[in-house]
């Protein structure tokens, strides 16, 4: 048995697997015992060969009977010898006494049964002639041979022929057979007709136990061939060469073994794979086509012996010796296929089970390193972007995002992604999807499934959304705590859509990352929590001073906002304790709370509402571009509190005071900003103070005559005016501060 790498590549051209090499070869020993390699060579120019004399000498290989019957005719020409052809098929035999075929042949047990399975022997030395035994018996037979469609039978083949049936005794130890050729269809027959003979009784006298010796002893030779080649096939099982190249391997090996013109090996690596086919004598378009027939069970004009390449793992595919149509194989042929179909088997088994084993560890390492990406402190939304950005080095895609789930609202909004453009970026973060209207969602939400969708999809918002994302295909994983959803994976590709696949090693993969997921977003949550607990008042639920610092600080940083400017509110209820005093401190609470209700009612949605402490409140005035829009800003603060506060059955009036300032022109931090937004404050209470002194100061100044305390709706009216004015001067142009 030669190694892959020192023998010559069968050629791969279906056309040229017609006659074996097994009868070639011979043809190249008799010329080169004739006249040297001198000889041989000449032999080869004058036919124009195809293949130099190391291919035709390999038995395992095969030409076409167009270049094996100019080698033919160039030998005879060459040597002089008419009887060249004859002596070829009478060598065959005797040249591959000790050989695999010989013992199959001579396994049949006399020259009469080795001649009546002549159709089947003929197929392992040529595809383009049909034989048929029409008679059998012991010293005696009659063989039939013709051209099959397409081909045509030339002298030199009928010698050839000749020469290999009078061979057949020398199987058993006996002399040549006498051939005579009583019809021939290259003289216009309508077939070859041989009839066959031999001496009976020294057949008999052969099968004598202690003269079969010798027989048995050369079927010993060509066992110990199998079986070193078997050796060979297994001790491909721990070799480190690729899974391709060893089935490769395996498919040449069992074409050395089981003789025919071309072999095929099917197999699935793994559930789900695309077949893989290893042809060997055959091209891989016509490989391809009988492994898809072979697998489906197809009916095929190709005489094909199929085994089953399969484990107690699991059944991977098939391994097909191909002859054309007519041929018939051995029982042991099948019985050799399938030996080497359980090498292939046994090299998938391992090569399947390191492969295994390395995506697990893969696998595993990518989770471990994507817990460490996670494991860091920090807010849900902090946690998200990290899972985000981990997310694509365990699962292969081109985009990614992480949904929080909202429950009481029941809808997702996005909070982190990774792979998207700017433009889709902004698209996504506006992006709110809700489980009451959605139905996906959710099934998503209730049955704690991944999903996957291609383009094409019929849900319409879905179908949409990936194609303004420019994605084929993805999957949504849930994110589940405790039975409970925290949020959503979305996992896309914008190109092959079968990288997501549904397939348990992506399912694994996916639980595993969601798994991960759902105990960092819960961490993060309780983060979130801590954080705006120690950023929030936890009478009101706005903003505590320190949460208010952090962000004034947060629009300072970096030259301040786009408009330049940052204005602030500092905003004092008037005489709040003596409502502790008389209603208790539990009705002082809801005064407070529908106090800051009031001052978020009036503000934007960019502003923010802070209780610095006690009765006193901030106001962060966004997006300000002059003072005017603050001083506008603190007349609609005391508006709001001209309307008393109907606290259980109670009508409660309390008045607020309130002072603006403007960043940076009043103060470059946040403290000298709330410095002089609290002495702004202090004087407007001072203020108020003096209309409560002369509080029926009509529109010039002058006191009001009556002296009585004005009701709610001229306190209204009052405010309304002085707004009024506010928004008119704000319409002037603007003064200088220091004026």
Known sequence: MQDDASTPAAPAHEGEREIACSMIAVLVRLLRSAGGDATVGAVLRRAGARHEAAYLENAENWISLAEMTALFEAGIEETGDPRLARRVGEQMLRQHAGTQVATLLRSLGSTEAVLQTVTETAAKFSTVTKMESLEARPGHAVVRALARPGFERLPVHCEVTAGLLSASPMLFGLPLAQVQEAECQTRGDAHCLYTVSWDAALAAE????????????????????????AYATAGDL???AGLDTLLRRVVNRAASTVRAPGYILAVRTGQGDDLQVYGHGIDDERARMLAHAALAGEANEDSLLTVDVSSGRRAYGKLIARYPKGARFFPQDEELLTMYAKHAAAVLDMATALDESSRRHEQVSSLLA?????????TSEEVAQRLADAVPEVVDCDRMGVWLWDAGEERMRPVASW?????????FAQLTISARNKPSLRRLIDDHQPQFYELGTEDEVLSELMAAMEVVAFVSVPIVFRDATLGILTVSVTERPERLRSDDELLERLTGVAALAATAIQNGQLVDRLRHGALHDGLTGYLNRVGFRQHVEGLLADGGPASGRVGLLFVDLDDFKSINDTYGHETGDEVIRRAASRLDSITRSCDAIARLGGDEFAVVLCDVECEAQ???????????????FEIDGEEIAISASVGGGLWPEHGRTVSELLRHADAAMYED??????DRIAPNANAEGAPEPSGRQPDRHERLDAGRRQLAALEARRRLPSRDPSS
Request: hydrophobic letters at 45%; charged letters at 25%.
């Open 630 to 644: 603050v001083r506008a800003a603190e007349a609609r603060v005391r508006m709001a509190f001209i309307e008393p």
């Open 206 to 229: 052969a099968a004598d136990p202690q003269k079969r010796v010798t027989a048995l002893e050369a079927q010993l030779v060509a066992a110990t061939e199998r079986l070193q080649g």
């Open 370 to 378: 994507l817990s460490h990406a996670v494991a860091q402190a920090g």
């Open 238 to 240: 721990i070799s480190t």
């Open 685 to 690: 209470k001072a203020r108020s103070r003096l």
């Open 419 to 427: 792979g998207r453009t700017p433009a889709q970026e902004a698209r």
